[in-house]
């Protein structure tokens, strides 16, 4: 099946995210096949990322957004499994510190945009700034842009404002080499329910809740709906968003790992091939190894 077209979205109506299914296609019930493809999948990301790396010609940005308790570091983790480290960088974004707070929105993403050549995750991003501020409009207030007083001017005008910034911003990186690829796990409020229970049942998972979750947890429904106008309106024909039913983690993670090797294999990927004198020079290495006696 091809996930990377199934779970597509560009845009070009109202996403409607409440409606679309949390959980996996029927058709994938057995969870040794799952793991089995996941398997051939992550070697075959990791000979992508050797040719991607060693010919420094491209960079790849994966942006993972999601409700608390979707499965991104699990993602991250498995999926990136086989990829060399020196190739990889992961990148969580958390509340701005007052350095980051002093200058524009993006200021401290732009420092993390991977080197061509790399592979870039962001365990939240950008995005963050058009969904936690607008179901809490305080952030914005507090972190005094420009002529924002008061929460009523954090307002539709305002974010699509940023939207419009996200949209030139990913163009930008498109233009300079960068192949922008975009995730929401979409998971259910009851599904996250029991993952909640998980972590406060089992100790060895305990690290893992926030008394914050539960809090956010009440703003479900605005959260819903952000997440739907920012999708709606950041989503276009060449950096779609991928809205992958995540209730199941085996499954999400085999349609982003699908979804990832397909737009990389859309890449003129190569190693680096050398010309007359590089190659002349390779054979003098060689003859002289072969020359040596001991």
Same mark, same amino acid.
């Given at each position: 099946?091809?996930?990377?077209?199934?779970?597509?979205?560009?845009?070009?109506?109202?996403?409607?995210?409440?409606?679309?299914?949390?959980?996996?296609?029927?058709?994938?019930?057995?969870?040794?096949?799952?793991?089995?493809?996941?398997?051939?999948?992550?070697?075959?990301?990791?000979?992508?990322?050797?040719?991607?790396?060693?010919?420094?010609?491209?960079?790849?940005?994966?942006?993972?957004?999601?409700?608390?308790?979707?499965?991104?570091?699990?993602?991250?983790?498995?999926?990136?499994?086989?990829?060399?480290?020196?190739?990889?960088?992961?990148?969580?974004?958390?509340?701005?510190?007052?350095?980051?707070?002093?200058?524009?929105?993006?200021?401290?993403?732009?420092?993390?945009?991977?080197?061509?050549?790399?592979?870039?995750?962001?365990?939240?991003? *950008?995005? +963050? &700034?058009? /969904?936690?501020?607008?179901?809490?409009?305080?952030?914005?207030?507090?972190? =005094?842009?420009?002529?924002? !007083?008061?929460?009523?001017?954090?307002?539709?005008?305002?974010?699509?404002?940023?939207?419009?910034?996200?949209? *030139?911003? +990913? &163009?930008? /990186?498109?233009?300079?080499?960068?192949?922008?690829?975009?995730?929401?796990? =979409?998971?259910?409020?009851? !599904?996250?329910?029991?993952?909640?229970?998980?972590?406060?049942?089992?100790?060895?998972?305990?690290?893992?809740?926030?008394?914050? &979750?539960?809090?956010?947890?009440?703003?479900?429904?605005?959260?819903?709906?952000?997440?739907?106008?920012?999708?709606?309106?950041?989503?276009?024909?060449?950096?779609?968003?991928?809205?992958?039913?995540?209730?199941?983690?085996?499954?999400?993670?085999?349609?982003?790992?699908?979804?990832?090797?397909?737009?990389?294999?859309?890449?003129?990927?190569?190693?680096?091939?050398?010309?007359?004198?590089?190659?002349?020079?390779?054979?003098?290495?060689?003859?002289?190894?072969?020359?040596?006696?001991?």
């Amino acid at each position: 099946m091809n996930f990377e077209k199934q779970y597509r979205y560009t845009g070009k109506q109202k996403l409607g995210l409440t409606a679309l299914t949390t959980g996996p296609d029927e058709k994938y019930n057995d969870e040794k096949v799952i793991k089995a493809q996941i398997a051939k999948n992550i070697k075959q990301l990791t000979e992508l990322q050797g040719k991607l790396y060693a010919q420094d010609r491209y960079g790849v940005l994966i942006v993972f957004q999601a409700m608390d308790a979707a499965g991104k570091d699990s993602m991250i983790a498995h999926i990136m499994s086989g990829v060399n480290p020196q190739g990889c960088e992961v990148t969580s974004f958390k509340q701005p510190t007052s350095k980051e707070i002093a200058h524009d929105y993006l200021w401290r993403i732009h420092e993390q945009v991977p080197k061509r050549g790399m592979i870039g995750i962001f365990n939240r991003s *950008y995005y +963050e &700034d058009v /969904l936690v501020s607008r179901v809490h409009p305080e952030i914005i207030v507090n972190e =005094h842009v420009g002529h924002i !007083e008061t929460a009523d001017q954090v307002n539709d005008a305002f974010f699509n404002r940023r939207f419009k910034d996200m949209r *030139y911003f +990913e &163009d930008y /990186l498109q233009d300079n080499g960068y192949l922008v690829l975009k995730f929401f796990l =979409h998971m259910s409020k009851a !599904e996250q329910k029991q993952r909640f229970i998980r972590r406060i049942e089992l100790p060895s998972h305990n690290w893992k809740f926030s008394a914050a &979750d539960i809090r956010e947890r009440k703003y479900w429904d605005d959260y819903q709906r952000v997440y739907d106008d920012a999708i709606t309106n950041t989503a276009t024909k060449t950096t779609p968003w991928y809205v992958i039913p995540s209730d199941s983690k085996w499954y999400s993670r085999l349609c982003v790992s699908e979804i990832i090797n397909r737009r990389l294999s859309e890449l003129p990927l190569a190693y680096p091939s050398l010309d007359a004198a590089n190659q002349a020079q390779l054979k003098t290495a060689l003859d002289q190894l072969d020359r040596e006696t001991d």
